[in-house]
């Protein structure tokens, strides 16, 4: 079992950046690979970024490519989302996830957070 709980959101200017943290319950954090997800109001819940469980390798949605970096610290238990150069069309709830499998949509993931909001204004 693992709990995640976000933190970092907030409201933000165009340009603006924020960092996004999970920390995760339970001892076995290093094993699993983590991912963000985001749900703007009226749309589905879409992948933003994702580590493998050692955090060796790096995935991102095209949308943040470049502006996004996932990057995790097993000893805090804890996995990080940067975000730089904040569009308004990055407004949406933030999600973090726990998979033991990997991947990039939303079923390969079994835990997941309660959300964030991040707001950024034009």
């Known amino acids: 079992q693992v709990q995640l709980v976000e933190s970092g959101g907030g409201l933000v200017q165009a340009g603006d950046s924020l960092r996004l943290s999970c920390a995760a319950s339970?001892?076995?954090?290093?094993?699993?690979?983590m991912g963000w997800f985001r749900q703007a109001p009226g749309k589905e819940r879409e992948f933003v970024a994702r580590?493998?469980?050692?955090?060796?390798?790096?995935y991102y949605a095209d949308s943040v490519k470049g502006r996004f970096t996932i990057s995790r610290d097993n000893a805090k238990n804890t996995v990080y989302l940067q975000m730089n150069t904040l569009k308004p069309e990055d407004t949406a709830v933030y999600y973090c996830?726990?998979?033991?499998?990997?991947?990039?949509?939303?079923?390969?993931?079994?835990?997941w957070g309660q959300g964030t909001q991040v707001t950024v204004s034009s």
């Open positions: 996830a726990a998979s033991s499998l990997g991947g990039s949509t939303f079923n390969d993931y079994r835990y």
């Open positions: 580590d493998s469980w050692n955090g060796g390798r790096t």
């Open positions: 339970g001892r076995t954090f290093s094993s699993y690979a």
